[in-house]
C-alpha cells in the first residue's frame, strides 16, 4: 500500500534551514506526482510545492519560491522539501502527498483533491 510518511520537522530558528523527507517504502515515487502541504493553526491546508515526475513540471507557491527546493534522493524512493531561510510564517504541520503523474497537471491540479495517499505529517516551528 503506497502510505509516505514524512519525517525531519522540528523547530528552526527563523533564517535557519530544514529539510523534511517524504517515503514510501518500496515505491518510486519518481513514477507519481508529489505534493507538500502545510497547514498553519487556523488556516486552511495550502500547498505549498506540487511536482510531477512524469512531466518534470514543478509549482512553488509564490510565498516559498526561490526559499524551498524539492528533490529525490537517487534511489528515487525518497522525496525531500529543502527549507531555506525560513521564517515565522512557515510554521506548520508539513504534510507530502501522492497523486497520479497522468492526471495532476502542474500547476492547475495541485490541489489537495488530486493526491490520494497522505502522510501524517511532520511539525515545523519557526523561532522568530
Known amino acids: 500500500q503506497l502510505l509516505p510518511v514524512e519525517s525531519g520537522g522540528g523547530v528552526v530558528p527563523s533564517g535557519g534551514s530544514l529539510r523534511l523527507s517524504c517515503a514510501a517504502s518500496?515505491?518510486?515515487?519518481?513514477?507519481?506526482?508529489i505534493g507538500w502541504f502545510r497547514q498553519a493553526p487556523g488556516k486552511e491546508r495550502e500547498a505549498v510545492v506540487c511536482k510531477n515526475y512524469g512531466s518534470g513540471h514543478t509549482y512553488y507557491a509564490d510565498s516559498v519560491d526561490g526559499r524551498f527546493i524539492i528533490s529525490r534522493d537517487v534511489s528515487k524512493t525518497t522525496i525531500y522539501l529543502q527549507m531555506n531561510d525560513v521564517k515565522p510564517d512557515d510554521t506548520a504541520v508539513y504534510s507530502c502527498?501522492?497523486?497520479?503523474?497522468?492526471?495532476?497537471?502542474?500547476?492547475?491540479?495541485?490541489?489537495?483533491?488530486?493526491?490520494?495517499?497522505w502522510g501524517p505529517g511532520t511539525q515545523v516551528t519557526v523561532s522568530s
Open positions: 518500496g515505491f518510486s515515487l519518481d513514477r507519481y506526482a
Open positions: 502527498a501522492i497523486g497520479s503523474r497522468d492526471t495532476v497537471v502542474i500547476p492547475w491540479d495541485c490541489g489537495e483533491g488530486n493526491f490520494r495517499s
